[in-house]
């Protein structure tokens, strides 16, 4: 077994410097935060999670395929056709292979430059880390067992380690079945887009696999119902459910990000933005603004800059009869950071933010702070359906 970076190439070609950079770059355009915040956040990630990926999972609920294909996009011509790393490789007996923190694309790029593919018969990348540990837990438990009922005799506490390797052995198996979005669906995806270039197609084929065996679990399930075995029945109908729809969604996200990727929010917003005074009273926002032009929220200025945006949800928590004495400024919602885009900003983190915040519409401020448009979801649904009709 073989480690990929800074072994079989040297460390001074600095390829793992190119992906500690794009980390941060990755962490400052997710979080929406400056270069040098973006740093700090991503060596406190590696300090308290053992990656700055394990990080951003568990606090901020990234999705690690996006992750992992964006920070090991990197210019790999300094590496070049290695002769006597080939040669050393062919004179070492046994199966070689290779273990990589990377995508298995990376691992590729990285043999296919040192010319050493042919050496090696697969590579283990981060999707296998799952089943890989799996595996050495029921290993574990399976030769601690036996140690124990040698040297102690101790029938309990051998039927529990026992009951581990069998479970770690269970989701081993269960894990490795070639369908997304299982570890080896993940795994099947990773093998196929190195192969052909086509994550979408590698992505299609490895759902299909996955709703294929949900709807046999699904099956399965019915038949175990009827014949009596309820509870392990049910379960499996769960199960099947479960992945037929996660197998599902995780396709259509990748459409959407393919369908998203590169269009910045300038590309698509609306440049002609309605605006309401922030002094006017609620009576006059709802007869000339919510009725006349039927948009669910609009952004308020004050002397020229925007101050807030108000929405029909706020103007509901005033009682009806103070209408007419409240003006908009005091029941909008003041503007913020985490309430504008920008115009440069990716419209896949437009789509995440709109959906975190739970708001339709937001303000597009130029870095002056002037309002230069409006973005809303209908405009991100819009051409998302018209890229994914005119691709097929």
Known sequence: MFDLDNTLYPHHLNLWQQVDERIRSYVADFLKVPKDEAFRIQKDYYKRYGTTMRGLMAEHGMKPDDYLDYVHKIDHSPLEPNPALGSALEKLPGRKLILTNGTRKHADAVMRRLDIGRHFEDVFDIAAAGPLASLALAVFFYFLRNLIDRAYN?????????????????????????????????????????????????????????????????????FQIISGFFIGGLWALLIGTFLQQAAEGSYRQLLMKLSLEGVRVEDIMSKTVVTMEDGIPLSDAIEKYFFKYHFVSFPVTSGGRVVGLIALNNIRETEKEKWHTTAVRDVMEKISPERVLHPGDNVLHALSKMLSEGVGRFPVIDTGGSLVGILSRRDIMKIMEFKTELEG
């Open 154 to 222: 101790f029938p309990p506490l051998s039927a529990v380690i026992g009951f581990l390797a069998y479970i770690n052995l269970a989701l081993l198996i269960f894990n490795m079945i070639p369908g997304f979005p299982l570890d080896g669906g993940r795994v099947l995806r990773a093998v196929w887009w190195a192969r052909t270039g086509d994550v979408k197609k590698a992505t299609r084929v490895a759902s299909q696999i996955g709703k294929g065996f949900a709807i046999f679990l699904i099956v399965y399930g019915f």
